[in-house]
């Protein structure tokens, strides 16, 4: 496995991959709550993959990439893989709700279903789910942080 940590706007991300694919994007405190350690401790074995992933989150951060272009793995249930499938349709600059997400995959009554999904989705920014907002257009939890999700949507529409 190979990692490599990344500085942003949004804070210390770690990325994680194995072999061709990306596996994981975690924030710093993401990192710290599931390992009781920070990220930037710790040795990074980056790999050609992790540095095409960061100069791609660097240009996004720059407003200078709206699509990813990354071998992503995906693992989870059919159900979830589903979810971050729609999530990646989800145009630059756009928001959609939960109940849309539920629609777009054929589940209408899936609406908190998926939001359990948007909590799981182990690539955020890349799959972003920051894009994904309550009903009534009021932002909701985000594993970076509501801050972080401001940030990212303001980005976005700037």
């Known amino acids: 496995?190979?990692?490599?940590?990344?500085t942003t706007p949004v804070g210390e991300l770690r990325l994680i991959a194995s072999g061709t694919q990306?596996?994981?994007i975690e924030f710093e405190?993401?990192?710290?709550?599931?390992s009781g350690t920070g990220t930037g401790t710790g040795t990074d074995t980056s790999s050609e993959l992790?540095?095409?992933?960061?100069t791609q989150l660097t240009e996004y951060f720059a407003a200078q990439r709206a699509l990813f272009s990354l071998d992503l793995a995906t693992t989870g249930?059919?159900?979830?893989?589903?979810?971050?499938?729609?999530?990646q349709r989800i145009p630059y600059g756009e928001t959609r709700s939960y109940r849309d997400i539920a629609r777009d995959i054929g589940k209408p009554t899936a609406i908190r279903a998926v939001g359990a999904a948007c909590r799981r989705n182990?690539?955020?920014?890349?799959?972003?789910c920051h894009r994904v907002v309550g009903s009534d257009g009021s932002l909701t939890g985000?594993?970076?942080g509501l801050e972080a999700k401001t940030l990212l949507l303001a980005l976005e529409n700037s």
């Open 22 to 24: 990306l596996l994981r």
């Open 50 to 54: 992790l540095q095409h992933c960061a």
């Open 1 to 6: 496995m190979n990692t490599r940590h990344l």
């Open 77 to 87: 249930t059919a159900f979830q893989r589903s979810v971050w499938q729609s999530l």
């Open 29 to 34: 405190s993401q990192h710290q709550r599931a």
């Open 142 to 144: 985000f594993v970076g």
């Open 122 to 128: 182990p690539l955020p920014i890349v799959v972003p």
